[in-house]
């Protein structure tokens, strides 16, 4: 069963601070992985994409790591901000640009 | 980038009424088109596909003529929630495809009194 999974479910960090959300996933065949953030009440909008061949990513303070042997991949954000504060979700497809399979989410909370 | 647009943005109705919600693509035209449902703190589940000028292909256990969808043209697709329940309330969330990547609206908030 193709399945994605995150953790941890919620985060809280002090603003400035770095910090790693996790993405396990069950999928085949692997198409792609994609990070997307959520703001509360808006839809998903894209941070990165990963093919198979790729082990990096970079958008800014946001930096996304695949491990397609382990079926692993990590987000990492740093010198977190206020603004930061969504859900972070990871997306596998499963083939090219349909069969998306969602994740949960990490609710991710920066305070002042 | 590629922008999806979705009207309205929240929507208020009574129990037993119908209610249309439109995506857009704004600057690109999407033969497909998918349509989501989000209940509180979960994910995505996605509801149908759209194609344009054929029939949309519903997800096991999504009802097709409680949940209509047209998909006239290559920018415009709509959701038809008919004869509205409170259980209906969520939040519907639509997405375009350009080239091997689904682009996301914004959302409509639906809540049925």
């Known amino acids: 069963k193709n399945q994605v999974e995150q953790s941890p479910q919620s985060l809280i960090i002090l603003e400035g601070k770095n910090c790693t959300l996790q993405c396990n996933y069950t999928v085949s065949p692997f198409s792609n992985l994609r990070w997307y953030k959520q703001d509360t009440g808006r839809g998903p909008v894209s941070l990165t994409i990963?093919?198979?061949?790729?082990n990096t990513k970079s958008n800014g303070r946001y930096t996304a790591t695949l491990d397609a042997d382990t079926k692993q991949s990590s987000l990492h954000i740093t010198a977190s901000q206020l603004s930061d504060s969504a859900s972070y979700i990871c997306?596998?497809?499963?083939?090219?640009?349909?069969?998306?399979?969602f994740g949960k989410g990490t609710t991710l909370s920066v305070s002042s | 980038g590629a922008v999806v647009s979705q009207h309205p943005s929240w929507v208020i109705c009574k129990s037993g009424t119908s209610v249309k919600i439109e995506c857009r693509s704004l600057?690109?035209?999407?033969?497909?088109m998918f349509w989501y449902r989000q209940f509180p703190k979960q994910s995505l589940m996605l509801m149908a596909t759209s194609n344009e000028g054929s029939k949309a292909t519903y997800e096991q256990g999504v009802e097709k003529d409680k949940f209509l969808i047209n998909h006239a043209s290559l920018t415009l697709s709509t959701l038809t929630v008919t004869s509205a329940h409170p259980e209906d309330s969520s939040f519907y969330i639509c997405?375009?495809?350009?080239?091997?990547?689904?682009?996301f609206g914004p959302g409509t908030r639906l809540l049925v009194l």
């Open positions: 990963m093919t198979f061949s790729e």
């Open positions: 997405s375009a495809l350009a080239g091997e990547t689904q682009y």
């Open positions: 997306v596998v497809s499963a083939q090219a640009g349909t069969a998306l399979i």
């Open positions: 600057d690109f035209q999407a033969t497909t």
